[in-house]
């Protein structure tokens, strides 16, 4: 089907449908037979049949008593439940959250407590599952995919009993992400006006309905991958194809073979698809992609030059959060125009370059970035005002980045002054990991920080200072390093560990942790 062709009743009836979350529903009426989605081992899902399994799982929650406004956790790794769930969710008024399930037991249970989940769905491959809901007495629905789960009902059983035609009656729902922030543990990102995308979108991203087809090459359960991957698949018409596990060829070949239009990849992936034998590149055709988006994390100039080199000028870089506010996008022609920038200030909401005061100041100069909240469709931090009040200046918010608008009004990012370390495009709060780490016997205090590294833009650095007795020394080092592998998930693992004599603290003591990052990063252009 030609994109300029697509016929404007069908984006109406599109458009209609978004409001109610009821977009998969059209595409599986007009191209049944179509592939929906591709799971890691290759079997495929038609739009139909996933369509169908999101009605019953609508008609299964509200035999179980959910619905409008009743929490749902998800902990699900790369898998068409995946979507079939989330497309339930869409269509059933439920919020449904996407659990990281690379995070330890106690951490999946503080989030399905906090997000007060009345139901899981829960993949059998991640074992921190039975300890977690085991913490969590309350939850009147368990359901476990791709296997048996101690305590819970098999998700394909519990799911075909019921009909799997569409629903009469259904209500928009929505999503909450759960993020990083000051205190330590993650905060629900609630935006009570669940956000629903026109079909021109879609369209000004050149998909094809029934010819694109979309990847999603990281975890489903992050913003990023969930808004541009998984949701862009079912509003486009797309076949999504999973991939479970990042192997830089098996990616290359899966954009060749699959026909693969669209996709968001983090700079990490460019560096690693990049670092493949040229001899490699060559075997595998590209010419097809249409579509790259790329976020999470700052992208280095040079990789992206080689990236349009290679797939061509189909490059856009998004700058923007689970919060929302204005968003920034840049494509290739314009990047290649000022070459460092996330995008041109947006017309629709304003965005602001605020000093410690709250002052404005003029292009040129960097302070803390401020986008103004939607009117009438902002955000908070689930059940933390205070959080939510101290990102505020008025109705303008901040996710705690520093940046400046050349003279030109396009934005450059500079620094965080938040203490958030971005890793591979994967936020680690680094007051988490110095709370392990002052649990051994050797350490006064830890100061966990992001160093530079040149392929996953931050590693996570500690530097410790010891309690009186211990000697600085490489086993000790060793010794500190692997007690934090035992007791953290493998994301949030120092890399590397330094030994200091002293910490830097302000006059009421606590430690500045600017001051030991800054270390690292002296002498680079870019301190992000």
Not at 136 to 156: H, M, N, Q, R, T
Not at 190 to 196: F, K, S, T
Not at 246 to 254: F, H, I, P
Not at 336 to 363: E, F, N, T
Request: some cysteine.
């Amino acid at each position: 089907m030609d994109v300029a062709e697509l016929d404007p009743e069908l984006v109406q009836r599109l458009d209609a449908a978004a409001l109610q979350g009821m977009t998969l529903a059209v595409w599986a009426d007009v191209q049944p037979a179509k592939i929906a989605v591709y799971d890691p081992d290759g079997t495929a899902h038609s739009f139909a049949r996933t369509n169908a399994n999101a009605n019953r799982m609508v008609r299964l929650l509200r035999d179980r008593g959910l619905g409008e406004g009743d929490s749902v956790a998800l902990v699900c790794s790369n898998r068409v439940e995946f979507v079939e769930v989330l497309a339930a969710a869409l269509r059933s008024g439920i919020r449904l959250t996407p659990v990281n399930w690379h995070l330890s037991a106690d951490e999946i249970a503080y989030i399905l407590q906090d997000c007060e989940a009345k139901a899981v769905i829960a993949d059998a491959r991640v074992a921190a599952v039975p300890q977690a809901v085991a913490q969590c007495p309350d939850l009147e629905l368990k359901l476990a995919v791709g296997g048996p789960i101690d305590g819970f009902e098999p998700y394909a059983a519990a799911v075909a009993a019921f009909d799997g035609s569409d629903i009469a009656d259904p209500v928009l729902g929505n999503t909450m992400m759960y993020t990083s922030g000051t205190t330590g543990r993650p905060k629900g990102v609630l935006r009570p006006v669940p956000v629903v995308t026109p079909h021109a979108t879609y369209l000004m991203r050149g998909y094809d309905p029934g010819a694109s087809v979309q990847m999603c090459a990281g975890p489903a359960y992050h913003a990023a991958p969930l808004a541009f991957d998984v949701r862009a698949a079912m509003g486009g018409g797309a076949a999504l194809v999973f991939i479970d596990r990042w192997d830089s060829e098996q990616v290359l070949r899966t954009i060749a073979e699959r026909k693969v239009t669209h996709f968001h990849l983090v700079p990490i992936m460019f560096q690693r698809l990049l670092a493949l034998p040229d001899a490699v590149k060559a075997r595998y055709r590209v010419d097809h992609v249409r579509f790259i988006i790329h976020g999470a994390a700052p992208c280095p100039p040079e990789v992206k030059h080689a990236m349009i080199d290679w797939f061509g000028p189909v490059l856009t870089e998004y700058y923007a959060g689970s919060e929302g506010g204005a968003g920034f996008l840049i494509d290739s022609v314009e990047w290649l125009k000022k070459p460092g920038s996330v995008g041109r200030r947006p017309a629709l909401l304003q965005v602001r370059i605020l000093d410690d005061a709250g002052q404005d100041l003029p292009s040129g100069q960097p302070g803390g970035i401020y986008q103004q909240l939607p009117p009438g469709a902002g955000f908070s931090y689930f059940k933390d005002e205070a959080k939510t009040q101290a990102a505020r200046v008025g109705d303008f918010f901040t996710m705690g980045d520093v940046g400046y608008f050349d003279e030109d009004d396009y934005l450059f990012l500079t620094g965080r002054n938040a203490e958030t370390i971005i890793s591979g495009g994967v936020n680690i709060y680094p007051q988490e990991i110095d709370n392990e780490l002052l649990k051994h016997p050797a350490v006064a205090d830890s100061a966990t920080v992001g160093a530079p590294h040149d392929e996953w833009g931050e590693q996570v650095q500690a530097v410790i200072l010891l309690n009186p007795g211990y000697e600085p020394n490489g086993a000790l080092a060793d010794e500190i390093l692997a007690f934090a592998r035992a007791n953290l998930p493998a994301f949030k693992t120092p890399r590397s560990l330094d030994f200091v004599a002293d910490m830097p603290r302000s006059e009421a003591g606590k430690i500045q942790r600017n001051k030991v990052r800054a270390l690292y990063w002296e002498g680079r252009a870019r301190q992000i």
